[in-house]
């Protein structure tokens, strides 16, 4: 089955700093990788999503990469503010299945 | 209202009790997981219902079940607690028909096994 790694489990970065998470996924046939926000003491939300046939995708300061010839993608935060302050995961879904893999998640903190 | 809620939001029991954990929702969606999250290892899939009488194991299946009461109802039991099973649990649901199957979250139910 897939399997994903994310890095790092935290991350600290400065209000108004970039803050990037990587994950790696295992299996080649995945095709669909979502990002999703967990806030203190709510579920997980997605916030931004992109399928193998796209690079990169932007919306607003949140951007991801996908490479899948190293069968890794990134989430990208730029100017963080504050409300950035979440658990974030990533996960993966195999072109055939319909099931998601997550990663271990990282929890970001944006230091006012 | 909350599209899907959870009950109850903590629980504490003791070692060998039964417990069920419940799930309502009211976005319409068939389908509707149960996730286990512990520190450092994510989300880990429970089990998976598509539709009322569909039923499916996910990764980590052994010591629970489930019941798909109705369309808007998925229910976790843990027949025999034990503290491994100390964890945040959620419930989850998304539409067949979007191309991607966003999923919905509850917000969680902390359970502590003693």
């Known amino acids: 089955g897939e399997n994903v790694e994310q890095h790092p489990s935290t991350l600290s970065v400065q209000e108004g700093d970039s803050a990037v998470i990587k994950c790696t996924y295992s299996d080649s046939a995945s095709n669909y990788f979502p990002w999703y926000k967990q806030e203190l003491g709510k579920g997980p939300q997605l916030i931004i999503d992109?399928?193998?046939?796209?690079g990169e995708k932007k919306d607003q300061r949140i951007a991801v990469t996908l490479n899948k010839t190293a069968k890794h993608f990134s989430l990208h935060i730029t100017e963080t503010q504050p409300e950035d302050s979440a658990v974030y995961f990533c996960?993966?879904?195999?072109?055939?299945?319909?099931?998601?893999?997550f990663g271990g998640g990282t929890r970001v903190l944006v230091k006012p | 209202d909350a599209d899907v809620t959870q009950t109850p939001r903590n629980r504490i029991t003791k070692t060998g009790k039964r417990i069920m954990l419940e799930c309502s929702q009211t976005k319409g969606h068939d389908r509707m997981y149960w996730y286990r999250q512990d520190p450092g290892l994510g989300l880990r899939l429970i089990y998976y219902s598509f539709d009322v009488k569909d039923i499916n194991k996910g990764e980590i299946s052994d010591g629970y079940s489930v019941s798909r009461q109705a369309q808007a109802k998925f229910s976790l039991s843990l027949e025999s607690a034990i503290p491994n099973q100390t964890a945040l649990y959620f419930c989850?649901?998304?539409?067949?028909?979007?191309?991607?199957?966003?999923?919905?979250f509850g917000s969680g139910t902390q359970l502590s096994v003693l």
């Open positions: 989850a649901t998304s539409d067949a028909g979007d191309r991607v199957e966003k999923l919905f």
């Open positions: 992109i399928r193998s046939n796209v």
């Open positions: 996960a993966a879904r195999l072109a055939a299945g319909n099931k998601l893999t």
